[in-house]
T-cell receptor, first 118, second 114 residues
């Protein structure tokens, strides 16, 4: 069965600090996708990144970076120079690749609440 | 604005009431989903519709009844709910052309059962 673990329930940092959100996953599939979503207080989940299991290249997008390590089944997310607007709940998710099914079954972690204070 | 709109945003209902949640997507996607987000629990996939056909029902109690009249609209009909059904109900949609794409979520309906 697939499982996503986000061991950090809540993290508090001061603005401009760097912060890393951990994500560990379990799957028997050899092909899968990993995702990060942000949930601000307004409620909707905002897509941040999707990573294919065959692509272990780290990715950087502005202040955001992701470290995918298949050997440790981890897909960690780092925010550099955090800002107050980064305060939200962040979810890591795993999806099997549905080549014939045409849809995603996202398995989510329990989320990490990030609080960035001025 | 993600292109997925949910109404109402907030709903309070008694255990004997019947109500419906509505989701509409303007993204031309072919798959739509209902997720339930309870406090301190992972988001749970409830139902999946692909090209208007229900393809997934994750052992959801029959007091939740989904309806997908077309690929742009998804409803969740509620009746005789329990207080433990209070949660944030999120709708999502995605497109697939032989490769997965990300799911886009609505802002959710915060449901309180009293």
């Amino acid at each position: 069965a697939q499982k996503v673990t986000q061991a950090q329930t809540e993290i508090s940092v001061v603005e401009k600090e760097d912060v890393t959100l951990d994500c560990v996953y379990e799957t028997r599939d050899t092909t899968y996708y990993l995702f990060w979503y942000k949930q601000p207080p307004s409620g909707e989940l905002v897509f941040l990144i999707r990573r294919n299991s065959f692509d272990e290249q780290n990715e950087i997008s502005g202040r955001y970076s992701w470290n995918f390590q298949k050997s440790t089944s981890s897909f960690n997310f780092t925010i550099t120079a955090s800002q107050v607007v980064d305060s939200a709940v962040y979810f890591c998710a795993l999806s099997e690749v549905g080549w014939s099914t045409g849809f995603q079954k996202l398995v989510f972690g329990t989320g990490t609440r990030l609080l960035v204070s001025p | 604005e993600t292109g997925v709109t949910q109404t109402p945003r907030h709903l309070v209902m008694g255990m004997t009431n019947k109500k419906s949640l509505k989701c509409e997507q303007h993204l031309g996607h072919n798959a739509m989903y209902w997720y339930k987000q309870s406090a301190k629990k992972p988001l749970e996939l409830m139902f999946v519709y692909n090209f208007k056909e229900q393809t997934e029902n994750n052992s959801v109690p029959s007091r939740f009844s989904p309806e997908c009249p077309n690929s742009s609209h998804l409803f969740l009909h509620l009746h005789t709910l329990q207080p433990e059904d209070s949660a944030l109900y999120l709708c999502a949609s995605s497109q697939d052309f032989g490769d997965n794409t990300e799911a886009f979520f609505g802002q959710g309906t915060r449901l309180t059962v009293v």
